[in-house]
């Protein structure tokens, strides 16, 4: 190739030879949004949450308990560097006290600029659900737990995973109230 002209002609004229050799990528036609939440459990209910509203999922870390503060507030913990403080969300929903056993593990929310520690019953993992298996209709949730709910996803399963919102957990004064 004999270069004459100018550095813009050049150019030009390469990608045209570039286009013109190209194929064209296939259309993707078949595309469904997904949802990434993790799956946990409490009170003996499948709950999923939104990955981005999680910080991180931690065995259950040392903490100090704090005086005179309701049963469910475990105390606080120092997780990596930050001081957060760890509830207990079966105590906070009025369930029996249960000894501590290996599958507990505290979700780390990330809210509002700060971090929570909760801690559930087991959790199951990551999964994707598609978009269009959301109901905003949540059937057959416990009480307690209903406020925090809104709507669940139906994959197939006998039961729906029951999308839980930790704002509204955050957000009620329920919930702020920690002090005896």
């Known amino acids: 190739m004999v270069v004459s002209g100018s550095v813009f002609e050049v150019v030009r004229e390469l990608s045209q030879q570039f286009h013109s050799h190209s194929k064209t990528l296939p259309a993707q036609t078949d ?3 997904l949802t990434a939440a993790l799956c946990f459990t409490v009170l003996d209910v499948e709950l999923v949450i939104p990955l981005y509203e999680l910080a991180e999922v931690q065995e259950i870390p040392e903490y100090t308990r704090l005086p005179r503060v309701k049963p469910w507030m475990l105390g606080v913990a120092n997780i990596r560097g930050k001081l ?8 906070f929903l009025g369930g029996e006290t249960r000894p501590a056993f290996k599958s507990q593990r505290v979700l780390v929310l990330a809210l509002q600029g700060g971090f929570v520690g909760v801690l559930v019953d087991s959790v199951a993992g ?5 978009t269009e298996q959301f109901s905003k209709h949540a059937a057959d949730i416990p009480p307690p737990l209903g406020r925090y709910v809104r709507g ?13 919102r930790p704002l509204e957990l955050i957000e009620d004064e329920l919930f702020r109230d920690v002090a005896v």
């Open 152 to 164: 669940c996803f139906v994959d197939g399963s006998d039961q729906g995973k029951y999308l839980f």
């Open 126 to 130: 990551v999964k994707r659900f598609e």
């Open 84 to 91: 957060v403080p760890i509830v207990d969300l079966v105590k």
């Open 31 to 33: 595309f469904m949004p």
